[in-house]
């Protein structure tokens, strides 16, 4: 140190090289776009703030009056969608989840059960809805989660979730259905 430098001059780290040395815990749009497959109008997650692997994940939505659901429910009265708080804290989910999943781009999570469904309070243009999901349950392709959606700190949302990991083309898809939802289709 020389003159010139102080005694409360920090010493710059280099970030770890690989991620599981120190594991992500923030994603921006950009990251989330990388890992999940959803798009505007339907990408319902902005921003991740705090992210703890496989159990637990804090995402964030600015919910704006030009989101296309608002010119429908309500015109003169917007409310976020229920199923669209719903749909967000399995996207959250997602977001924690696929990030385990090496071949990823070959895969999607798609909801198998909804259940303890709670709505209380309203979620309005202006809002900053605050995402806390956490992994009750992982088994190798189904994951069962506890979502809280929070508005200024009041719980506006809740539920328990199930997803399961299953394969994104549509013909693979198709090879395991049963007969009886083959025949029917």
Not at 53 to 63: D, S, T, Y
Not at 157 to 176: F, H
């Amino acid at each position: 140190m020389n003159e010139n430098q102080t005694a409360t001059a920090v010493e710059e780290k280099p970030l770890p090289a690989r991620s599981d040395e120190a594991p992500k815990r923030t994603l921006d749009i950009t990251e989330i776009m990388a890992i999940l497959p959803h798009r505007y109008p339907f990408l319902l997650i902005d921003r991740v703030v705090d992210m703890e692997r496989k159990q637990r994940i804090v995402a964030i939505k600015n919910v704006t009056a030009n989101e296309p659901q608002f010119t429908g429910h309500f015109p003169d009265f917007p409310i976020m969608p229920g199923v669209m708080t719903i749909e967000a804290m399995a996207q959250a989910g997602g977001a924690l989840l696929l990030t385990e999943v090496p071949d990823r781009e070959s895969k999607l999570m798609v909801f198998t059960g909804i259940d303890k469904a709670t709505f209380r309070k309203q979620i309005v243009p202006g809002d900053q809805l605050r995402i806390e999901v956490t992994v009750l349950n992982w088994r190798s392709r189904v994951v069962k989660m506890q979502g809280v959606c929070t508005v200024d700190g009041a719980v506006a949302a809740e539920a328990v979730i199930t997803c399961m990991l299953v394969p994104r083309s549509r013909k693979a898809a198709a090879r395991t259905e049963s007969p009886t939802a083959q025949a029917g289709q």
